[in-house]
């Protein structure tokens, strides 16, 4: 009798401490403030120098979250786990620049530069200056600096900016782009385009090293200095100064044939890089859904040194740009998220993908390599959760949360999983936005963001690790992680629901309103063209027959080679007007009329 109450006594015991640890195991390992700061203390730290793409730092970064993801039991999702591409570091002038005008030569880098969007090409031709190179015909302004001037095969001088220089709102803020203005006196038949800054407009007349990537336009561009352009316009005795006060003051365009002749050459190279998204999972617990994925990720990119050519805040400073929140931040929150998952038995009935996206801050180019060239079914992923500056919670206790739009019920399982005396969650519904889900949401796939927004150290050397709210960031990461739990468990996978643009709508305003309704290929996968990756149902591209693929080759007959083009082209449309898009699909050449 003693030993057998005793048996039914340890095997009481046992039963308790068996579901004891059920119970442990099911509400897995804590998410930490002190693993969050070890994580963003490294990524932040100098040793990394700012991680910028392409950069030793940007390597030690993608290895130390790899190595953190194998640690909890992600695998590799292919190969090693890394997904490598090339991307272009920086634009540097080439030793065939030239310029030279009545045999007096001038020096590249210190009388003129190849403009970012220059074509390798040079021209010996005639100069005609142009006043600011605009042709507009609209209600509300009428200004031709192309009437009467014959341009054909000829170099032309522009001013650059606009008339309205010393106006709080101008006229031709949607037109004045250095580039626009080059791609117009291409149409008008220039063969090459010099530009110059006038004293109104720069009056330290700075010559920009063509440091940014942008597509070819096609002719010779170059940025000259005011002395170089005054020897071009001696002949009519006239000074760009001059011409600019004069074009200014009146308000009408000047533009005349200077009789001198220029012999220029434009070269620009391209230094390219290896860099890489980091892309691991965790498989599914349940035999059918594990073959559905809820992806999880964060851009780990940041800023580098900064300094002009970057889009650092601090514009005249060269030092490390952290990045603690940006995106420190939402890699470590994914981090510990992940980690999570892995120690929580029954968490994931379906296979849990973390990514961590290099480039974002050069255009998101780690996330459209990885749409454009998937290393999971797209068709499969359940959602997208993208983190993205999350360091930063306020009193307020705010989180930013959009895509809630973008499938049916993912606003109920946000509100579901919050605790309000916790957190203050701030829903939209919008699928796009400046961030990596973005690309996935140009895939049809949902999508969610998840934000503590912005600060005055967004893009500056102040955004450093002792600034971010750790204990903030726990609340914020235990809600990430109890929704994304609910998107990997439920039986039923959401269907895309299309909610708001997919376009950046600052973009679409710089333009006066007048769209096809597409999405584009922003990452100009297609050469030579635009393709439209998105028709949008019932709008003017859809209605007149374009299809999601056409690659857009003109529009009115004028050729559209990439974004800009395109974008300069819909610039010149109004609403109810017809227009002919020329478009490629498949290996047949289609004409569609489309009525904006």
């Known amino acids: 009798m003693l030993i057998t109450g005793l048996f039914k006594n340890i095997t009481r015991v046992s039963v308790v401490m068996f579901f004891i640890f059920l119970l442990s195991c099911n509400s897995g390992k804590d998410i930490t403030e002190g693993e969050l700061r070890d994580h963003i203390s490294y990524l932040a730290s ?25 640690s909890y039991g992600f695998k590799p999702v292919s190969g090693d786990g890394f997904q490598r591409f090339r991307v272009t570091l920086k634009m ?16 590249q880098g210190t009388d003129f530069a190849p403009s970012p969007f220059s074509s390798n090409s040079g021209l010996i031709a005639e100069a005609v200056f142009a006043g ?24 032309v001088l522009l001013l650059r900016a606009d008339p309205d220089t010393d106006k709080p709102v101008s006229r031709f803020a949607q037109m004045n782009s250095d580039r626009d203005k080059a791609l117009m006196a291409k149409d008008m038949g220039a063969e090459g385009v010099l530009l110059v800054s006038g004293p109104s407009f720069d009056p330290q007349d700075i010559l920009e090293s063509p440091d940014t990537e942008s597509s070819p336009l096609g002719i ?37 044939i200077t009789g001198t002749t220029v012999s220029g050459k434009a070269e620009l190279l391209s230094e390219t890089g290896n860099t890489r998204n980091i ?58 998220i992940a980690e999570k998952f892995a120690h929580s038995p029954g968490s994931h009935p379906r296979t849990i993908v973390c990514i961590a996206f290099s480039g974002e ?26 983190l993205d ?20 019920g993912l606003r109920d399982i946000i509100s579901s999983q919050n605790d309000s005396s916790l957190l203050n969650l701030t829903i939209t519904d919008e699928g796009y936005g400046p961030s990596d889900h973005s690309s996935f949401y140009g895939k049809d796939i949902p999508v969610l963001f998840f934000s503590t927004g912005a600060h005055f150290d967004y893009h500056t050397p102040s ?14 990461s235990d809600l990430i992680f109890k929704i994304a739990k609910s998107l990997a468990s439920q039986p039923d996978k959401l269907e895309f629901r299309e909610s708001g643009p997919r376009v950046d709508q600052q973009r679409q305003m710089r333009r006066r309103g007048v769209t096809i309704g597409i999405m584009p290929d922003f990452a100009g996968n297609v050469k030579n063209g635009l393709r439209a990756d998105f028709v949008s149902p019932g709008r003017p591209a859809a209605l007149g027959g374009m299809k999601k693929g056409d690659i857009i080759k003109a529009i009115n007959g004028k050729s559209v080679n990439n974004i800009e083009d395109y974008m300069f082209r819909m610039n010149q449309m109004s609403p109810g007007q017809t227009i002919n898009v020329e478009v490629l699909r498949d290996t047949s050449r289609i004409l569609l009329i489309i009525q904006l």
Request: net charge negative; glycine share 10%; charged share 25%.
């Open 279 to 336: 892309v691991m999972m965790l498989p599914g617990e349940d035999a059918a859904l594990k073959n559905e994925f809820l992806i999880i990720g964060a851009h780990f990119d940041h800023l580098g040194l900064g300094g002009l050519g970057s889009s650092s805040r601090a514009v005249d400073t060269v030092a490390v740009h952290y990045g603690a929140d940006d995106n420190a931040s939402g890699v470590g929150a994914m981090l510990e």
């Open 361 to 386: 801050e050069k255009g998101l180019l780690g996330s459209k390599y990885f749409v454009e060239n998937p290393l999971v079914d797209l068709t499969k992923v359940n959602t997208m959760i993208n």
């Open 132 to 155: 600011y190179g605009f042709s507009i015909n609209t209600d509300s302004l009428q200004w031709d600096d192309y009437k009467g001037i014959d341009v054909n095969d000829k170099w």
């Open 220 to 256: 010779p561009v170059l940025r000259i200095k005011r002395e170089v352009a005054d020897l071009i316009l001696s002949k009519s005795k006239r000074t760009i100064s001059d011409l600019e006060k004069k074009i200014n003051n009146s308000g009408k365009p000047v533009s005349f």
């Open 92 to 107: 540097q002038a080439g030793p065939e620049n030239s310029l030279s005008i009545d045999g007096k030569h001038f020096i």
């Open 463 to 476: 955004d450093t690790y002792d600034k971010i709210n750790y204990s903030g960031m726990v609340s914020v």
């Open 389 to 408: 500056m999350l360091g930063r919670l306020q009193e307020a206790k705010t989180v930013q949360i959009s895509g809630a739009g973008t499938a049916e």
């Open 46 to 70: 100098d040793s990394l120098k700012g991680r910028l793409t392409g950069t030793p730092g940007d390597s030690l970064a993608a290895v130390y979250i790899r190595e953190e993801l194998a």
